[in-house]
């Protein structure tokens, strides 16, 4: 007997989480929704998948064996579970891609490949994994992006992993090095970087545990295909980086639809991963009778990955360019021509109702900056003034009361503005003396434009020497560079962290009945300098001073060990806020 999934191959509604990767932030994840994006990680890869089938019932108790024992299991004293181990033969030369749904958004995808490693003599094995996933934080979609590169040996076992994590603007860095290889009594060593903090922890390893794809790896080398054969194994957990048991279970054959839409005969499999301190998610995921991963499905993130070729994975319908950004009402018809705009900011519709009485006043808090002045409407509403040139005071606005600090002055593990490269840039722009200090920290805006190739293809940040050297960064990385070349000329300053309005890269409709295609609000980061007893913003993307087609959210100095730390109310706040063009004055 078959059992058939419903028909509609893409079905349910995403649920916003921030998911694993922002757990050593104030505010966190739903521990439940982190774990299950963690698992399904196990998988394939990466973050979440979805579809109709019911959450099933733990797969067994601890305390019951499983019904299939291979020849490579062990008792490792998990209850008395046996354990699949490393061992037996080793496909490789292949590569996967899913493409990820939620309802008909296709919302993200993943790529796996297999190869032997040619610079080794012993045959180990590489794995390259790409995991792409937009998520939803209130309006906001946030890309959500993990790489890891695995080498394990020609027997399955662990030898090395490194990764790279980017949730939004922010990126985490893990690297795993196993000493004893082989041995017992090994440990896995885990280092964690986040902008200059480093932190480190050792796990206990032994031949019972299995790398970063397990689960694919089993399932090619030995495909579960009899209805009731259990497998169990202890897996590292993708983000986690942790150790967990991973139990599997074939309910037998089942039709289930495909992208095309079209059902196919495939064997369905409940899966279920229990991390150490026992919290348990559940899946379901499809494979064909040689093993190959055909569909997932986690209950609870409501996201379905198909199997698919590269094009139709990676057609995604934002650019993985964009890590952040999220709608906006009204229209900057130029926005780069602007000298003022208007812009109100509120939360999102129902968020007050949903937030308990006690912290409803606190859901938003813009703030006053450099060229930004903001009055309060009522709780959680602003009204915001954005303005090329320094505005003279109005009743009832808010203007910044920002201060130099020594931080904006000092040098730092991102900021070198010591570095004898930088110097060089800085002394070149700033050499006329003829200048003042604005004029210096705008023809600076130009160098930095014109010398540094802008390259959205780097993530996070990055450190201005290196910027020199590369003479290429993202956004990020030029802001940080200009902001080292004007504290070499002792000039303070900092990055500021916001939103900037982006007309619709989508050309109007021939139809004067359609609706405009809309524009957004997309994470920009930029410079403040200090001149003239004022804070002057300086866009290097604008090659001098900022329009006004932003919101200033926070700033940073990027003193060490706190770099990320401006970033916590930026992604408070998008997440919450809804925004819409009130005025643009020409």
Not at 185 to 198: F, M
Request: hydrophobic content about 35%; charged content about 25%; some cysteine.
């Amino acid at each position: 007997m078959f059992f058939t999934v419903r028909s509609n191959p893409r079905s349910s509604v995403f649920r916003s989480s921030w998911s694993v990767f922002a757990s050593s932030w104030r505010w966190r994840p739903n521990p439940s929704l982190a774990m299950m994006t963690a698992f399904a990680m196990t998988v394939l890869g990466i973050g979440s998948t979805g579809c109709d089938i019911p959450q099933r019932p733990p797969l067994a108790k601890k305390s019951d064996k499983p019904k299939t024992v291979y020849n490579d299991a062990s008792e490792d004293g998990t209850g008395g579970e046996s354990l699949e181990l490393a061992g037996g033969r080793i496909d490789v030369g292949w590569d996967t891609w899913d493409a990820y749904y939620v309802g008909d958004r296709h919302v993200g995808y993943n790529h796996i490949s297999c190869e032997v490693d040619q610079d080794s003599d012993r045959d180990d094995i590489v794995y390259e994994m790409d995991n792409v996933l937009f998520i939803n934080q209130g309006q906001a979609r946030t890309l959500q992006r993990l790489r890891q590169t695995s080498k394990e040996t020609n027997k399955g076992r662990l030898i090395n992993f490194d990764s790279s994590l980017q949730v939004g603007p922010v990126v985490t860095r893990h690297n795993g090095i196993l000493s004893g290889l082989n041995g017992e009594g090994s440990l896995l060593q885990v280092e964690t970087l986040r902008g200059s903090k480093r932190t480190t922890k050792t796990i206990p390893w032994d031949k019972t545990n299995r790398g970063l794809i397990a689960i694919e790896q089993s399932l090619r080398n030995r495909p579960l295909i009899n209805k009731g054969e259990m497998r169990s194994m202890k897996v590292l957990l993708s983000g986690y980086y942790d150790v967990a048991i991973a139990r599997l279970k074939c309910s037998g054959d089942a039709y289930v639809p495909m992208l095309d839409g079209e059902s196919m005969r495939l064997i369905e499999i409940n899966y279920e991963v229990e991390k150490s301190e026992g919290e348990t998610t559940y899946s379901t995921l499809w494979i064909d009778p040689s093993g190959n991963v055909r569909r997932t499905y986690t209950p609870g993130i409501d996201l379905v990955s198909y199997r698919t070729d590269k094009m139709t994975a990676t057609n995604l319908p934002q650019s993985i360019e964009q890590p952040l950004w999220l709608p906006v009402k009204g229209k900057i018809d130029q926005p780069a021509k602007a000298k003022r705009i208007g812009y109100e900011v509120s939360p999102l519709p129902g968020l007050i109702e949903r937030t308990p009485e006690e912290d409803r006043d606190y859901l938003l808090d813009i703030i006053a900056a450099p060229r930004q002045t903001i009055r309060k409407v009522s709780a959680n509403r602003f009204q915001v003034l954005v303005s090329r040139q320094q505005e003279p005071e109005r009743r009832g606005f808010e203007t910044s009361d920002m201060t130099p600090s020594k931080f904006d002055t000092a040098p730092s593990g991102y900021i070198d503005y010591r570095d004898r490269t930088v110097r060089r840039f800085a002394d070149a722009a700033g050499a006329s003396k003829s200048l003042s200090k604005e004029e210096i920290a705008i023809e600076m805006t130009r160098t930095v434009q014109s010398l540094i190739q802008k390259d959205p293809t780097k993530i996070g940040l990055v450190k201005a020497s290196d910027v020199a050297k590369l003479s290429s960064a993202n956004e990020l990385g030029r802001s940080i560079f200009l902001c080292a070349m004007l504290r070499a000329k002792g000039i303070p300053s900092r990055v500021a962290l916001g939103i900037k309005y982006q007309p619709s890269d989508q050309p109007p409709s021939d139809d004067p009945e359609e609706p405009e295609p809309p524009a957004r609000m997309i994470y920009h980061p930029w410079t403040l300098a200090y001149v003239d007893n004022q804070w002057v913003p300086l866009d290097v993307e604008a090659g001098g001073i900022a329009p006004p087609d932003r919101i200033t959210l926070s700033t940073a100095t990027f003193a060490d060990k706190s770099e990320y730390r401006a970033f916590i109310p930026f992604l408070e706040a998008v997440s919450r806020m809804q925004v819409n063009v009130l005025k643009a004055q020409y």
